[in-house]
């Protein structure tokens, strides 16, 4: 189940950074309008919560602690100041009644001073969020978006013949065709890239605050809205991480080489980097590497079959062939650094007789008249 459908405070939603953007940039990546109309009592909260946010909005300056304990004590100066004109003129029980009232006003404007101090010091720091959204309108090359809103990977075939396999919630914007002398993508969410070797034309991945840049290797980057770290981890190959310069810190702007099984954690806050040379050792990097890069896809006389298998394996795919022409081939082949496409031109090569293949999505079918 969500974890806002435990909400049950306003401070619930205003510490949510997924309805921050939705409120106040008007990204709802989250589905925040359909979850908001499924309940009239939800929809009374959400609207409260928004209007404070809103009315929250105040250029982004840093509330110290001083600063936020000086406001308070002068709100409740005034707050006294009130009761006092009023003791003389009030009967014991409005004394009691307009002191629990402005107890609640104390409170409320307590909550306001906290929230504001939270939101700024928390999420709003020394940098300014970059947002999936901003990086794609900052891009002039008209770009095709791919959204997985299905409940498992989706693999994206880009026109240099890199893959992409997208994560259920994730989001990816590409040219249809890679002009000039880079290869630029944006990613909101969480991908597994594959990239075809090009030296001339390097690649690179735009998520949040973060760039990563490769010239032909295997990677993930892990970077969702409402997160507050960003995770490159590489498979193969070497890549290269640093800063976006749309991030207000980028004069601190840093570049962190990555080798294979190697990884990094940025941290959104104060565009911090953290490289992590043992990925073993840190358990929420293991726990999140997939198939895709425990398996080996290095094949010494191994058949057809099982090398389709370990492709559906990784790619989660489906993969319609010939089984009873191809049930006597054998391969011997090293596919550890090519993109999807490319291992099945290669695998279709191999095998001959006309052999090749169509993908459709996450169908794949090969045809064939057999080995050679």
């Given at each position: 189940?969500?974890?806002?459908?435990?909400?049950i405070?306003?401070?619930?939603?205003?510490?949510?950074?997924s309805f921050?953007?939705?409120?106040?940039?008007?990204?709802?990546?989250?589905?925040?309008?359909?979850?908001?109309?499924?309940?009239?009592q939800?929809?009374?909260?959400?609207?409260d919560?928004?209007?404070?946010?809103?009315?929250?909005?105040?250029?982004?300056?840093?509330?110290?602690?001083?600063?936020?304990?000086?406001a308070?004590?002068?709100?409740?100066?005034?707050?006294?100041?009130i009761?006092?004109?009023?003791k003389?003129?009030?009967?014991n029980a409005?004394?009691?009644?307009?002191?629990?009232?402005?107890?609640?006003?104390?409170?409320?404007?307590?909550?306001?001073?906290?929230s504001?101090?939270?939101f700024?010091?928390?999420?709003?720091?020394?940098?300014?969020a970059?947002t999936?959204k901003e990086?794609?309108?900052?891009?002039?090359?008209?770009?095709v978006?791919?959204?997985n809103?299905?409940?498992?990977?989706?693999?994206?075939?880009?026109?240099d013949?890199?893959?992409?396999?997208?994560?259920?919630?994730?989001?990816?914007?590409?040219?249809?065709?890679f002009?000039?002398n880079?290869?630029?993508?944006?990613?909101?969410?969480?991908?597994?890239?594959?990239?075809?070797?090009?030296?001339?034309?390097?690649?690179f991945v735009?998520?949040?605050?973060?760039?990563?840049?490769?010239?032909g290797?295997?990677?993930?980057?892990?970077a969702?809205?409402?997160?507050?770290?960003?995770e490159?981890?590489?498979?193969?190959?070497?890549?290269?991480?640093?800063?976006?310069?749309?991030?207000a810190?980028?004069?601190?702007m840093?570049?962190v080489v990555?080798?294979?099984?190697?990884?990094?954690r940025?941290?959104?806050?104060?565009?911090?980097?953290?490289?992590?040379?043992?990925?073993?050792e840190?358990?929420?990097?293991?726990?999140s590497?997939?198939?895709?890069e425990?398996?080996?896809?290095?094949?010494?006389?191994?058949?057809v079959?099982q090398?389709?298998?370990?492709?559906?394996?990784?790619?989660?795919?489906?993969?319609?062939?010939?089984?009873?022409?191809?049930?006597?081939?054998?391969?011997?082949?090293?596919?550890?650094?090519?993109?999807?496409s490319?291992?099945l031109?290669?695998?279709?090569?191999?095998?001959?007789?006309?052999?090749?293949?169509?993908?459709?999505?996450?169908?794949?079918?090969?045809?064939?008249?057999?080995?050679?």
């Amino acid at each position: 189940m969500q974890k806002r459908n435990y909400y049950i405070e306003i401070e619930d939603f205003l510490s949510d950074e997924s309805f921050r953007t939705w409120i106040l940039s008007k990204v709802d990546e989250q589905g925040w309008e359909e979850w908001t109309l499924e309940n009239q009592q939800r929809a009374k909260l959400v609207e409260d919560a928004r209007l404070l946010l809103l009315a929250m909005k105040v250029p982004y300056t840093i509330i110290s602690s001083s600063a936020l304990n000086t406001a308070l004590q002068s709100t409740w100066i005034k707050i006294e100041e009130i009761e006092n004109r009023n003791k003389s003129t009030k009967s014991n029980a409005g004394r009691y009644l307009k002191k629990y009232w402005l107890t609640g006003v104390a409170a409320t404007l307590f909550f306001a001073f906290l929230s504001v101090w939270f939101f700024k010091n928390q999420f709003q720091t020394n940098n300014t969020a970059v947002t999936y959204k901003e990086l794609v309108n900052d891009n002039n090359e008209g770009l095709v978006e791919q959204t997985n809103n299905s409940d498992k990977p989706q693999v994206i075939t880009l026109s240099d013949g890199s893959s992409v396999l997208l994560e259920p919630k994730s989001k990816l914007s590409y040219p249809k065709i890679f002009i000039g002398n880079k290869r630029k993508v944006y990613l909101s969410g969480e991908g597994f890239f594959e990239i075809t070797k090009d030296s001339q034309k390097p690649f690179f991945v735009y998520a949040n605050e973060i760039i990563t840049k490769v010239v032909g290797t295997s990677f993930r980057v892990k970077a969702y809205s409402d997160q507050p770290n960003i995770e490159v981890l590489v498979r193969t190959g070497k890549v290269r991480v640093s800063s976006n310069e749309l991030a207000a810190n980028s004069k601190r702007m840093i570049e962190v080489v990555l080798l294979p099984n190697e990884a990094l954690r940025f941290l959104r806050s104060d565009l911090s980097f953290n490289k992590i040379t043992n990925i073993t050792e840190d358990k929420m990097l293991a726990a999140s590497v997939g198939n895709i890069e425990q398996l080996s896809f290095e094949f010494t006389d191994i058949p057809v079959d099982q090398i389709f298998k370990t492709i559906e394996q990784a790619y989660l795919v489906d993969i319609d062939f010939p089984k009873d022409k191809l049930k006597k081939c054998h391969l011997t082949t090293s596919l550890s650094d090519q993109p999807l496409s490319e291992k099945l031109r290669i695998i279709c090569k191999s095998i001959g007789n006309d052999t090749s293949f169509e993908m459709n999505g996450n169908q794949i079918v090969i045809t064939s008249q057999g080995c050679y």
